[in-house]
């Protein structure tokens, strides 16, 4: 029963956004803090369940630095709202296109937003979460920056495993459908077969792969981060 629930993309879905909505729940707290501050001076056991993720670094010098708001970036709390609302509407449409598709029994879904990317739902997460992000009237927070990415990166593993079970489904079709269209990002040529195959194709080494790349990424964004002004609110 739970391997068959496992093997629903829904479901592996809905597993890794409640997954990622623990990881970011400091975002979600310095959103709504104006809101609920008074309930975290009087509740420490709520102050830790929105922080637990960060809880653990906080006496250590890193802390200072990922607690730091980026200077300038203030005005990206005016634009939020529509990046939230942009994000969440791609969301809904590629979903309501896939369940479209898979109700009609049409086999892979190639039309609507499928046209574009590969993963529009994902793609639709991605641009909704860094609209959160964003909600911070005080400018970027360099915490809540190397949040989204791991929300992404838990994304990217997640059609990644996708994009395996629909080859084993669909064969040389989704094939041909992956030379056409780009994986997430619209407008860019695909590089299926068109850059060499530096990952494993499948199984434990390919994860590993991947999470070596993912520390690799991170680690040059942190760089470029620790080279920008910031600024602390308390």
Known sequence: MVRRI?????????????????????????IIWPMIWPLLVFSPALYYLLYWWWVPIEH???????????????????????????????????FAQMVRARAQKRGLVTNGLY????????????????GMVMMNRYGLRIGDIIAWTLIVFTYLILADSEEAALQKEFGEAYSNYK????????????????????????????????????????????????????????
């Open 6 to 30: 496992l093997k629903s993309r829904v479901a592996r879905s809905i597993i890794a956004l409640l997954s990622s909505c623990a990881i970011y729940l400091p975002v979600v707290a310095g």
């Open 179 to 234: 030379r056409r269209v780009p994986f997430m990002i619209p407008f860019v040529p695909s590089f299926y077969c068109r850059l060499p195959a530096i990952l494993p194709k499948e199984g434990w080494r390919r994860r590993l792969a991947l999470a070596a790349l993912y520390i690799i990424v991170l680690t040059l964004l942190i760089a470029l981060l620790s080279t920008l002004p910031t600024f602390h609110t308390r």
């Open 60 to 94: 250590f010098p890193v802390w200072y630095f990922i607690s730091s708001n980026i200077a300038e970036t203030y005005w990206t709390y005016e634009i939020a709202p529509w990046v939230v609302g942009f994000g969440l509407a791609i969301l809904i449409v590629g």
């Open 115 to 130: 046209r574009l990317v590969r993963h529009p739902q994902h793609l639709g997460v991605a641009i909704m979460s860094f």
